[in-house]
Structures are given as structure tokens and as C-alpha cells.
């Protein structure tokens, strides 16, 4: 297959806009995690299984940006869990198709978890499939599927995928 350049610096562009996004979660900034979601998003995080069987259910469902700047506010203000670092790996961008502003994009992720007295772990794996808006400054998110597909999902789903 071949790809023009645009194509190229189009998968150029997303992957910086990918890799914000990780390094956003890994550092836990997430006050700013909202920002890459354009304010009628929708973003869950869901189980292989029930999204092949096109099932609504998600173990995480938001869907406004509200919901999402929710989330952050119950983390940091009642949420009790260990402290802990992760690493998001994203990996295999694909773009599936553009029209006009919309792209539709999928992309592979790793998360790793430390915990201070443990090795680090794989956390979880899976896909993101994507619908994302072109903006006057840069991408944002409209729709997010983390597809997940760890058969047994860790108690600590907490911060974002």
C-alpha cells in the first residue's frame, strides 16, 4: 500500500497528538486529560468480548467532557488507592479514513504499572478506536474506545487509559 504525503503527515501529526496524550496520564496530569476531548465526547473503556458482540457496556462510560472533568475531580478528591506510576505505550497507528475534519483511527496500547514495593506489571493492552476532530489548535478526541484485552480486569482501573 501506498501512502501519499499527506497520509504521512497526517499518522505524523496523530502520533504527536498520541503520545501527548500518554505522556499527559503517565504524569499524572490529569486536570489536563478533559483537553483532549472535544465537549460532546464519548469515551469508554470496554472488554474485547462485549465490543465484538457490539455491546453498549463499558467497565468506564462517559459522555460529555463534564463526566470526564467528574472523573478527575472523584480521583483526586475521594478516590483511595495505592500510589503508583504507569507508562502508556501506544503503538500501530492506523488511519481507517478522513473526511473532511474526521479521522477515524485505531492504535495499539500497553499499560505497565509500579508499584513502590513491586515489579512493574503489564497492567492492561488493548486498542484505542477513535474518533478524532481536526481543531483550530491541533486534534481532539470525539469518540474513544479503549478496548481492552486482558481476559481479568486489575482492580486498579482507576486513571484513564
Not at 36 to 56: A, I, M, S
Request: proline letters at 4%; charged letters at 30%; aromatic letters at 10%.
Amino acid at each position: 500500500m501506498t501512502y501519499s504525503r499527506e497520509h504521512a503527515q497526517l499518522r505524523n501529526e496523530l502520533r504527536d497528538f498520541y503520545e501527548a496524550y500518554a505522556v499527559c496520564l503517565d504524569e499524572e496530569e490529569l486536570e489536563r486529560w478533559p483537553d483532549f476531548f472535544t465537549e460532546d465526547c464519548r469515551y469508554r473503556v470496554t472488554g474485547r468480548e462485549n465490543y465484538d458482540q457490539k455491546l453498549p457496556y463499558g467497565l468506564i462510560y462517559c459522555i460529555n467532557k463534564n463526566m470526564l472533568r467528574d472523573r478527575v475531580l472523584a480521583l483526586r478528591q475521594t478516590t483511595v488507592y495505592e500510589p503508583r506510576s504507569l507508562r502508556h505505550f501506544i503503538s500501530s497507528l492506523r488511519i481507517h479514513g478522513v473526511d473532511g475534519d474526521t479521522i477515524r483511527a485505531q492504535a495499539n496500547f500497553a499499560i505497565l504499572e509500579s508499584l513502590s514495593d513491586r515489579e512493574p506489571v503489564v497492567n492492561m493492552v488493548g486498542r484505542y478506536i477513535d474518533t478524532i476532530v481536526r481543531a483550530p489548535d491541533g486534534f481532539l478526541l470525539k469518540d474513544r474506545d479503549c478496548i481492552i484485552d486482558n481476559y481479568r480486569i486489575r482492580n486498579s482501573l482507576i486513571i484513564p487509559v
